[in-house]
C-alpha cells in the first residue's frame, strides 16, 4: 500500500513509500482509509518541532475509514462499517489518569499517527478499543473532520461546560477555532463571536459566514473588545476559547472575559510565556487546557456529524493524492488562502 513516512527527525525528511498492508488480530480492526486532513500538528512534525513523535512513523490522526477486517476478538465492529478513531492506539490502563477514564492523558498513550501508523496511507490498523461508527450515510469527507471536532468538544462542552444562553468568543479561526464557534452555536450558545487577523478575512471569514457565524472581527482593524460589547448587551463573555498557540491571544482572552468567566486554552504555546497572574486573579477567571481529546467529547463530536446537518465540507479548501503531498503541505501553511486540506485515498 502507498504511505507517506516521517523518515526521521530530520525536519522535511518525509517520503511516499510502500508498506505491506497489516492485518488484523486480536482487538483490531483494518480500515481502508477514505479522506486524512493535515493538522497543524502534521506540520509540526514534518519540520521537526516536537519530540513526542517516534519515527518512522506514518503521519495522520484525522481521518475517516470504513473497515475491511477484524480480528478474532473484535465483536462490535464488522466488514463494511464505516468509522473514526480517537487518536488512542493503547494505553496502559493502570495509571491513575486510565483508572479515572482519561486515557487520552495516559503517559504511556500509543498515538495514531504520532507513534503508530496513522491515515496518510491507503489502509490503517486501529485498535476497536477506541473506534466511532457512523451511520451509514455519513459523508467520509466531512467525517475526517470529527477528530479536530473532539478538540472543540473537549474545550466547549468538557472543559468550558458550555451552557445554553451563553456568549462564547473564539480567538484564531483555523479549524479548531472555526470548529469551536461551530459547537458553541450548535449547542445553544446566545452569541458567537469569532476573532482573527486581516489574513482570515480572504477565505476563513468567508466560510465562517457561510456557515451562519454571524460575528467575525478582524483585530486587526476593529477593537474586538467594543464591538462584542456593542452586539451583546453590553457584556462580556461567558467563555472565551483561544485557539491561537499565541501568547497574545490568551492575552487578548484575558482582555475580553467577564470576571468570574472561563478561558480554555486550546492553542500550544512554544516556549516560556509570561503570565499576568494579578490580572488574572483579581478576574478570578477559570482557566482550563485542552490536550487531546476525552472519549465524552468524542461522542459529542460523533453526535453532532450524525445528527445537527452542518454541512462541513464548507471548511475543506483543497484535496490532493498521497502523491502530491508537498502541494498539500504547501496549501495547509497557507493560512491566508486555506482551512482544511485533505488527502483523498481514493486518488
Known amino acids: 500500500m502507498k504511505a507517506l513516512q516521517k523518515r526521521s527527525r530530520q525536519p522535511g525528511d518525509i517520503e511516499l513509500i510502500n508498506l505491506p498492508v497489516p492485518a488484523a488480530t486480536d482487538n483490531k480492526v483494518m480500515a481502508k482509509v477514505a479522506y486524512a486532513g493535515i493538522c497543524g500538528s502534521d506540520i509540526d512534525i514534518l519540520y521537526s518541532r516536537n519530540d513526542i513523535y517516534l519515527p518512522p512513523v506514518v503521519q495522520g490522526h484525522e481521518f475517516s475509514a470504513t473497515v475491511t477486517q477484524v480480528g478474532n476478538d473484535v465483536t462490535n465492529f464488522t466488514a463494511g462499517d464505516k468509522i473514526v478513531s480517537e487518536t488512542t492506539f493503547e494505553s496502559c490502563g493502570k495509571c491513575q489518569m486510565c483508572k479515572d477514564g482519561n486515557y487520552h492523558l ?3 498513550k ?23 461508527k457512523l451511520n451509514a450515510g455519513t459523508d467520509l469527507q466531512q467525517a475526517a473532520l470529527i477528530e479536530p471536532s473532539a478538540i472543540a468538544c473537549e474545550c466547549l462542552l468538557v472543559k468550558g461546560r458550555l451552557q445554553p444562553g451563553e456568549t462564547v468568543a473564539v480567538i484564531g479561526p483555523g479549524t479548531i477555532g472555526m470548529l469551536c464557534a461551530l459547537v458553541a452555536k450548535a449547542s445553544g450558545a446566545a452569541n458567537v463571536f469569532l476573532l482573527g487577523l486581516n489574513d482570515a478575512a480572504e477565505t476563513r471569514f468567508k466560510i465562517a459566514e457561510e456557515m451562519g457565524l454571524e ?3 478582524d483585530v ?11 452586539h451583546n448587551e453590553n457584556k462580556k463573555p461567558d467563555m472565551v476559547v483561544d485557539c491561537t498557540g499565541n501568547v497574545n491571544g490568551f492575552l487578548l482572552a484575558l482582555d475580553l472575559i467577564k470576571r468570574n468567566g472561563k478561558i480554555v486554552e486550546a492553542g500550544s504555546i512554544h516556549g516560556e510565556a509570561g503570565f499576568p497572574w494579578e490580572k488574572a486573579a483579581y478576574n478570578a477567571i477559570d482557566l482550563s487546557f485542552v490536550f487531546s481529546s476525552s472519549h465524552k467529547a468524542w461522542e459529542y463530536s460523533t453526535a453532532i456529524f450524525n445528527d445537527s446537518g452542518i454541512d462541513f465540507s464548507k471548511m475543506i479548501t483543497g484535496t490532493f493524492g498521497l502523491d502530491e503531498y508537498e502541494k498539500a503541505f504547501s496549501m495547509a501553511t497557507d493560512t491566508a488562502k486555506s482551512l482544511k486540506i485533505m488527502f483523498d485515498l481514493a486518488k
Not at 124 to 131: A, E, F, G, T, W
Not at 220 to 230: F, P, Q
Open 220 to 230: 486587526s482593524v476593529t477593537n474586538a473588545l467594543d464591538y462584542i460589547l456593542e
Open 215 to 217: 460575528h467575525c472581527i
Open 110 to 132: 500509543q498515538i495514531v499517527g504520532w507513534t503508530e501508523n496513522g491515515g496518510f496511507a491507503e489502509y490503517v490498523l486501529l485498535n476497536s478499543n477506541y473506534l466511532h
Open 106 to 108: 495516559c503517559l504511556h
